[in-house]
């Protein structure tokens, strides 16, 4: 059986020439696996397997001296408490 983790990812990429470019994959990447929340955030339930799928196709773009991405894991979603401070998007509503 498949045990699913809550995933919570947020990346910085560095807009120098290719950062538009890279940008824009990881997006693409982030999207196909999770869901996206905010400007470059994004969560869901992932399966080991498609976590790992995921990081392989995110190294190809991350460049390890001028970008930034970090990946919080847990068990579940159950386990986080969402506070909101201005405008609440329904694409977390599935999270509560």
Excluded: P
Excluded at 32 to 51: R, V
Excluded at 60 to 84: A, H
Aim: hydrophobic share 40%.
């Amino acid at each position: 059986m498949n045990k699913f983790m809550y995933i919570i990812l947020m990346y910085d990429i560095t807009m120098d020439k290719k950062g538009a470019n890279v940008a824009r994959n990881v997006f693409k990447i982030c999207k196909k696996y999770l869901t996206h929340i905010q400007k470059s955030a994004f969560e869901g339930n992932l399966t080991e397997l498609n976590y790992m799928k995921l990081k392989s196709e995110l190294n190809v773009y991350i460049r390890k001296d001028t970008d930034s991405l970090i990946v919080f894991k847990g068990r579940s979603e159950k386990w986080l408490q969402k506070e909101f401070l201005g405008i609440v998007d329904d694409k977390t509503s599935n999270f509560f």
